[in-house]
């Protein structure tokens, strides 16, 4: 039975269908498993760079140039059944009042036509050109047949719970506020980006094609990652060298990606501070640089150390040999400092001290904050196995810097020989840039690979919405140009590495053809040839065949299925 059609799919989302499992897994750590540990202060290695590939035309042929004008190219997967329906559902998404109101009218369609007529109705036009298939099986054949045509996949999980506004609201604000605020009070000290407010609860609204988690219980987060499992195994067992993706805020309670973000801020914000002070406003993330001595005594007066202890921190192979200390030196000091039971002190620098951000932490929370860290723990494990990328898809700002930097933490301990885990790195934010060279820096030192996906973002209109209406600064880049600038700035970078030394892997998530012509320029003029499998080109199923399928001949493997379609180049 096809679950049913939800916002995503209506809204061009191409995402895999997987069946509900019929019972909710037991609400305890996943056998196996072990947290993920604290971020060590990596040693630098300065590694010698790999000699460079020939260039195109010497012992390697070039690729066959792209034309995304040649539509026979770009449909030839095709039937003519399929072009016409197409041709339809593409019409209907244009239709303003059509998507606005689709979670209404299909209801309206499912009690006058009846489960199984709607069911079929939908398998032949929504469902059918954006969803590959409810399982394993059912979306083999279209894996199959796009991977002759060089597409391959990317397999994501799509059905959403059928919540209405109140309850989804009801389940965010409850899920999000901690015990010692829901009895003491005191969540309004907190920042207000970083706690959840009644209006904005439902964070479905104004979203182009996410799916959206809402947590219910440790069970149900349990059965999300069983469902997470079994995409990994699909991809495995449907796609040579596939990708799967998820999303964190599926895996544990939303509370403490929360809290762990504004910790994470306070304490960057705090470096950018002391930065400022000597003299480094306005510079680049990484061309900040501390001098030691003064750190020290600034920390000493925080009572995060004394004067004896920071000289061992910034002496022999730890940081700050150069008498500096830099964002990613910063990093590592508070990495080495923090224990889990302890990642919620930041400092406060009104009062000198540093203050926890909650008054206290409950067994129980303790708890639910291990069983994520180990549920991503076993999704990582599995996917290393099978030789499937795991992608860990982008939220909302707010819950952003702690999503990013758990998925570092994953890369650090996954992706020592090949990029397993991929973060995602929206550039319509403003921080986008500092960001990516920032965690590109961190791979360079201590030697792994660096896997990303670069998108443009999903959440738009609903971050400055929230942004103006609780009153914070927009972290949105203010235009679009804005934001098509940071993609190619972030993606240039990203690029130049891979030409420095090979250990970079980056997904181009875009159906912006001017951003995959800018690609293929840059990767031609730096010697990244396709055969290395080092750049990745992505669209939803069922958009933009025109951009995906003309990729194919210059690509080594791709393919497209029930979640995302990926070129790989």
Same mark, same amino acid.
């Given at each position: 039975?096809?679950?049913?059609?939800?916002?995503?799919?209506?809204?061009?989302?191409?995402?895999?269908?997987?069946? =509900?499992?019929?019972?909710?897994?037991?609400?305890?750590?996943?056998?196996?498993?072990?947290?993920?540990?604290?971020?060590?202060?990596?040693?630098? @290695?300065?590694?010698?760079?790999?000699?460079?590939?020939?260039?195109?035309?010497?012992?390697?042929?070039?690729?066959?140039?792209?034309?995304?004008?040649?539509?026979?190219?770009?449909?030839?997967?095709?039937?003519?059944?399929?072009?016409?329906?197409?041709? !339809?559902?593409?019409?209907?998404?244009?239709?303003?009042?059509?998507?606005?109101?689709?979670?209404?009218?299909?209801?309206?369609?499912?009690?006058?036509?009846?489960?199984?007529?709607?069911?079929?109705?939908?398998?032949?036009?929504?469902?059918?050109?954006?969803?590959?298939?409810?399982?394993?099986?059912?979306?083999?054949?279209?894996?199959?047949?796009?991977?002759?045509?060089?597409?391959?996949? /990317?397999? $994501?999980?799509?059905?959403?719970?059928?919540?209405?506004?109140?309850?989804?609201? =009801?389940?965010?604000?409850?899920?999000?506020?901690?015990?010692?605020?829901?009895?003491?009070?005191?969540?309004?000290?907190?920042?207000?980006?970083? *706690?959840?407010?009644?209006?904005?609860?439902?964070?479905?609204?104004? %979203?182009?094609?996410?799916?959206?988690?809402?947590?219910?219980?440790?069970?149900?987060?349990?059965?999300?990652?069983?469902?997470?499992?079994?995409?990994?195994?699909?991809?495995?067992?449907?796609?040579?060298?596939?990708?799967?993706?998820?999303?964190?805020?599926?895996?544990?309670?939303?509370?403490?990606?929360? #809290?762990?973000?504004? /910790?994470?801020?306070?304490?960057?914000?705090?470096?950018? #501070?002391?930065?400022?002070? @000597?003299?480094?406003?306005?510079?680049?993330?990484?061309?900040?640089?501390?001098?030691?001595?003064?750190?020290?005594?600034?920390?000493?007066?925080?009572?995060?150390?004394?004067?004896?202890?920071?000289?061992?921190?910034?002496?022999?192979?730890?940081?700050?040999?150069?008498?500096? !200390?830099?964002?990613?030196?910063?990093?590592?000091?508070?990495?080495?400092?923090?224990?889990?039971?302890?990642?919620?002190? !930041?400092?406060?620098?009104?009062?000198?001290?540093?203050?926890?951000?909650?008054?206290?932490?409950?067994?129980?929370?303790?708890?639910?904050?291990?069983?994520?860290?180990?549920?991503?723990?076993?999704?990582?494990?599995?996917?290393?196995?099978?030789? %499937? =990328?795991?992608? !860990?898809?982008?939220?909302?700002?707010?819950?952003?810097?702690?999503?990013?930097?758990?998925?570092?933490?994953?890369?650090? *301990?996954?992706?020592? $020989?090949?990029?397993?885990?991929?973060?995602?790195?929206?550039?319509?934010?403003?921080?986008?840039?500092?960001?990516?060279?920032?965690?590109?820096?961190?791979?360079?030192?201590?030697?792994?690979?660096?896997?990303?996906?670069? /998108?443009?973002?999903?959440?738009?209109?609903?971050?400055?919405?929230?942004?103006?209406?609780?009153?914070?600064?927009?972290?949105?880049?203010?235009?679009?140009?804005?934001?098509?600038?940071?993609?190619?700035?972030?993606?240039?970078?990203?690029?130049?590495?891979?030409?420095?030394?090979?250990?970079?892997?980056?997904?181009?998530?875009?159906?912006?053809?001017?951003?995959?012509?800018?690609?293929?320029?840059?990767?031609?003029?730096?010697?990244?040839?396709?055969?290395?499998?080092?750049?990745?080109?992505?669209?939803?199923?069922?958009?933009?065949? #025109?951009?995906?399928?003309?990729?194919?001949?210059?690509?080594?493997?791709?393919?497209?299925?029930?979640?995302?379609?990926?070129?790989?180049?």
């Amino acid at each position: 039975m096809a679950p049913p059609l939800t916002t995503r799919a209506l809204c061009a989302a191409a995402r895999l269908g997987v069946p =509900r499992s019929p019972r909710s897994a037991p609400a305890t750590a996943p056998r196996g498993a072990s947290p993920l540990p604290a971020a060590g202060s990596g040693a630098r @290695q300065e590694l010698p760079p790999p000699p460079p590939p020939p260039p195109w035309g010497a012992e390697r042929d070039p690729p066959p140039a792209v034309d995304f004008g040649d539509t026979r190219e770009a449909f030839r997967s095709k039937s003519s059944a399929e072009l016409l329906r197409g041709l !339809v559902v593409l019409g209907l998404c244009a239709v303003g009042p059509l998507v606005e109101h689709n979670r209404e009218l299909l209801r309206l369609c499912q009690r006058v036509l009846g489960r199984a007529l709607f069911e079929r109705l939908m398998k032949m036009t929504f469902y059918g050109q954006f969803v590959a298939g409810e399982d394993q099986e059912a979306i083999r054949p279209l894996i199959r047949r796009n991977r002759a045509f060089g597409v391959g996949a /990317v397999l $994501d999980y799509s059905v959403e719970e059928d919540l209405s506004a109140e309850e989804a609201e =009801r389940q965010e604000l409850e899920s999000c506020t901690s015990a010692a605020e829901k009895e003491m009070g005191g969540a309004e000290q907190r920042e207000k980006q970083y *706690r959840a407010h009644p209006g904005f609860g439902d964070r479905r609204g104004g %979203v182009i094609s996410a799916r959206t988690y809402f947590y219910a219980d440790e069970a149900k987060c349990d059965q999300h990652m069983e469902t997470f499992l079994r995409c990994i195994d699909a991809s495995s067992g449907s796609s040579e060298d596939g990708f799967s993706a998820i999303k964190l805020t599926a895996l544990g309670r939303p509370q403490f990606l929360l #809290q762990f973000s504004e /910790v994470l801020v306070k304490w960057r914000r705090f470096f950018h #501070q002391m930065a400022a002070e @000597q003299g480094q406003a306005g510079r680049a993330a990484l061309e900040m640089r501390l001098e030691a001595e003064k750190l020290r005594e600034a920390l000493a007066n925080l009572g995060i150390a004394t004067k004896a202890e920071t000289q061992r921190w910034f002496t022999g192979e730890n940081v700050g040999i150069s008498g500096t !200390v830099d964002l990613l030196d910063w990093n590592s000091l508070i990495d080495s400092r923090t224990k889990l039971s302890k990642l919620l002190l !930041v400092p406060n620098m009104q009062t000198g001290q540093l203050e926890p951000l909650l008054s206290r932490f409950t067994e129980e929370e303790d708890l639910q904050m291990k069983r994520m860290l180990q549920r991503m723990d076993v999704l990582a494990k599995r996917a290393t196995e099978a030789g %499937v =990328r795991l992608m !860990v898809d982008a939220e909302q700002s707010y819950f952003q810097p702690a999503i990013s930097r758990l998925t570092l933490e994953m890369q650090r *301990r996954f992706n020592r $020989d090949r990029a397993i885990i991929f973060n995602t790195y929206q550039c319509y934010l403003k921080e986008a840039y500092d960001n990516v060279t920032v965690d590109v820096e961190l791979s360079r030192r201590e030697g792994w690979h660096f896997g990303t996906k670069l /998108v443009r973002g999903a959440y738009m209109d609903q971050e400055r919405e929230r942004a103006a209406q609780i009153g914070y600064e927009d972290p949105i880049n203010p235009t679009y140009e804005k934001t098509n600038e940071m993609y190619h700035r972030c993606l240039d970078y990203i690029l130049e590495e891979i030409k420095h030394s090979r250990k970079a892997n980056v997904m181009v998530a875009s159906h912006n053809e001017d951003t995959v012509k800018f690609t293929l320029r840059r990767m031609m003029e730096l010697g990244i040839h396709p055969s290395e499998k080092k750049v990745y080109f992505g669209q939803l199923l069922g958009m933009c065949d #025109q951009i995906t399928f003309p990729l194919a001949p210059r690509c080594s493997c791709a393919a497209q299925d029930g979640g995302n379609k990926e070129a790989s180049v």
